[in-house]
Every structure is written in C-alpha cells, then in structure tokens.
C-alpha cells in the first residue's frame, strides 16, 4: 500500500480549509532526463524545503525532487501548532539522555520555534502567525502534573514564558466544560501550515532549488557520488537527504523501522461569526492531556479548525466529519448544530520514544523524521540541521541523532497492528479517564 496515493488523488492537494485558502503555486515540472547536483533533497515537506533553502543560501546546487505536490503531506495538512521543547517532556528527557543532553535539546527546541518566526519574518511568508499555546487537563491530578512541569521550566531552563492555569484563568480562555486547568505557552505559537509550507516553497526557488514535482523517488543507489532515480530521470549528486517522514514508503528499511507513519483528521466548521467567543476568547490553539490528542484554534476566518478521532488503518474512513465531531462534541457540546465545511485526513509519522530520527545512513546520506506530531517547528529546524551538517558544522545535528531511537518490534510488517492495539488500549484509558 502505498500511501502517496491510496487516501489522495495523483498531484492534488486534499479538499481542505488550507488548500481553499493558500496562495497558490504553480505546478512545478516533472524530473525528466539526467540532472547534477551538489544535493539531492528528497520530500518538499517542512524538512526538505528547509534544508533545500538553508544549502542553497549556502551557495550549493540543490535539487528536490516531490512525488506530489510541494507541502502535499503532513506539512500542508498539520493542526499548525509551533510548540516549545522537544515532543518528549523534558524531565523525561533528562532521564532519558541525562540533563546536559536535555539541556541541549530544549535550546535546539528553542532554536527551532526561531527559526520559524525568523524565516516568515524574512521571507515575507503569509501564514498568520499568532502567538499561544495552551495545554488543557481533564482531572486536577492532570492539573498538579502539568503545574509542576511549568515550574520545572521556569526553575530548572529558566523559561518564562509559559503560566500555570487554575480552573477559572483555563475557563477564561477556552470556556469549555471539559477542561479544569492547565497551562498557557506565549513563546509558542500557530500558524497556517500550507501558507508557510508554500512560502518556504517560494523562498527556496528563489534562490536557486531546482524544484521537481511528481517525482517519485524509487531507488537511491549510495556511493561517492549517489544516484537517485525516478521513473523518468535521475540525479546524481555528493550528498542525498532524506526527507519523507510518513510517506517514505519502503525506500530506506532502516529508517522503515524506526519510523511508523498515522493517520490524522481535521474539520473546519462553518464561519462562527460572534459565537467564536464561545470557543476561544483569545487567539490562542489548544492541545490537550489525552493520549489521542485533541487539538484545535480558531482560523482568521473564525472557524473551529479541530484535530482528533481515532483510526488505526491506513485507508481513511469514509466518514471524517463523523470521526471527529465524536470528540469536538465532548470539549464543545453547543457546536452539536453547527455545519462542517471541510474535513480531511494525512498521513504523520511517530517513533518509538516520540522523538525524531535524525542519522547518517551513508557518510553522505543524511534522514530527519518522525516528528510525532511536533514538526511545525522541529521538522523546519531538521532540515536547517541536515544543511548545516553537509557545511561541516554537525554539532546540532549530533545532539539530536544522539537520542535513542530503537526499532518498532515486529517489524516493519507487524508494527502497525501492534501499534493498533496499543493505541486501541490508551485510547480506552482516555475514555474511561484514567
């Protein structure tokens, strides 16, 4: 099953609220023939765009080869969320990799969130860029968890910019009846993932990356000079990197096996006009304590733009707007009557320790991916990473190929059925609130 194509027709961008509301590109050509290249960058997602960009500002020859659209992916269809730290929390980095290393990460961590201020700022790119970011709770035990680890980040990182909620300051912004408590992030922020994946897009042409769309990669033959091949050309180049995450498919087993894509859905309700208040007071997104994370935030058009429901196949369900109303009534039981103008689904990638596989394959064969549903910031930063790492300068890279990064068990075969059950297990956990 491949799924480039099994949920998504040939080079076209899924029917959702960012598709209707980017500014569009024109199509760029398919790879034909033979090409040379300093770097060949495969996927022109977040990662790929970036490292194409930072190499080509560098003064290199880059080409980045699509197998659809540029932003096709996780990158053009993602809740848009700019998060602070890495996707694991840092006291459980600190056990994981010790502080010094934890250290480290939460200032790449910090790093990237800047990095993609900076290059919406510098490259002029149209994706509403908001500051905010709250984490809602269920429980007050949930509440007590989440307040010690803003104090954790204040003490221990000297992180300011994110405060404890109590129930009435959690009320006061997302007045929803689910919700008890938790925290808010102004460091953090969201953003309209297409707009700036099309803008990274533009900046990268701009300076000089060969962009190929509909050019799927099937073979990457390693060597001094490596060469990539798609159906219709090839490439040969000093340096490939490899930028699919969910949609790598089965042309690198070892990063296959350390790196699952998942499915994800989104719905964006109608216009809510005045009653978004009743939403959102301010204009901040939300993630919340579940295992199967609810995450949501108000559009510039005042929609309810809601992440969410479960699905455990790679074929999408036949009924998103079903699949993720089931949870949006549970944190907003008024929306019961309010109509669904778009619902779509993609396709993500997750590791075992939910940290991204950064690793050189080959001497001159680079990976960043599974990003676990932190790639806003994380995947753009990987790629600048990669660039850098090419340039000579790996220390950022090392940090972050450092952290362990062991296999699915079961294989690349028997993974996601695993996976499902496990998923199937929290899930239930979530509902009976444990």
Not at 394 to 406: L, N, Q, S, W
Request: hydrophobic share 45%; net charge neutral; aromatic share 8%.
């Amino acid at each position: 099953m491949n799924l480039l194509y099994v949920n998504d027709r040939p080079g076209q961008y899924p029917e959702s609220w960012y598709a209707a509301t980017a500014t569009a590109l024109d199509r760029f050509a398919a790879l034909k023939g033979e090409q040379r290249a300093d770097i060949c960058v495969i996927g022109a997602g977040y990662t790929g765009l970036s490292a194409a960009l930072h190499l080509a500002e560098a003064g290199l020859d880059v080409v980045l080869l699509e197998a659809q659209r540029v932003g096709f992916g996780a990158s053009g269809r993602n809740g848009g969320q700019l998060g602070s730290g890495q996707r694991m929390a840092q006291d459980s980095l600190e056990k994981l990799v010790g502080f010094e290393d934890a250290a480290r990460l939460w200032e790449l961590a910090e790093d990237a969130k800047d990095l993609v201020k900076s290059l919406v700022k510098r490259h002029e790119i149209d994706c509403h860029l908001k500051p905010g970011l709250m984490h809602g709770c269920f429980s007050a035990h949930e509440v007590a968890h989440e307040h010690a680890y803003v104090a954790h980040l204040n003490s221990r990182y000297g992180y300011d910019q994110i405060t404890a909620l109590d129930h009435d300051a959690a009320q006061a912004i997302c007045p929803s009846p689910a919700y008890v408590g938790g925290s808010l992030d102004m460091g953090a922020g969201h953003l309209h993932p297409l707009g700036f994946a099309l803008g990274l897009a533009r900046a990268a042409a701009a300076a000089g990356v060969r962009i190929y769309e509909n050019s799927l990669v099937h073979d990457i033959q390693p060597g001094q000079n490596p060469v990539v091949r798609t159906d219709h050309g090839r490439v040969t180049c000093d340096h490939v990197i490899l930028a699919c995450n969910g949609y790598l498919g089965g042309l690198e087993r070892k990063v296959a096996a350390r790196v699952m894509p998942i499915n994800n859905f989104i719905i964006a309700t109608e216009p809510l006009g005045d009653a978004a208040a009743k939403v959102l007071t301010r204009d901040v997104a939300v993630a919340d304590s579940k295992f199967v994370v609810n995450y949501f935030r108000l559009s510039h058009d005042k929609r309810l733009l809601f992440g969410g429901g479960e699905s455990y196949g790679y074929r999408f369900p036949k009924d998103i707007i079903a699949t993720v109303s089931k949870p949006m009534l549970q944190i907003y039981p008024h929306l019961r009557d309010v109509e669904v103008d778009y619902a779509w689904g993609g396709t993500l990638a997750i590791t075992m320790k939910r940290m991204p596989y950064l690793a050189r394959l080959a001497p001159n064969i680079l990976t960043a991916s599974g990003y676990s549903g932190h790639g806003v910031g994380t995947a753009t930063h990987a790629g600048k990473l990669m660039a850098q790492a090419i340039g000579g300068e790996a220390a950022g890279f090392d940090t972050m190929a450092r952290v362990p990064a062991p296999a699915f068990p079961g294989g690349v075969r028997m993974r996601a059925p695993l996976l499902a059950l496990a998923m199937t297990w929290y899930a239930m956990r979530d509902r009976l609130g444990v």
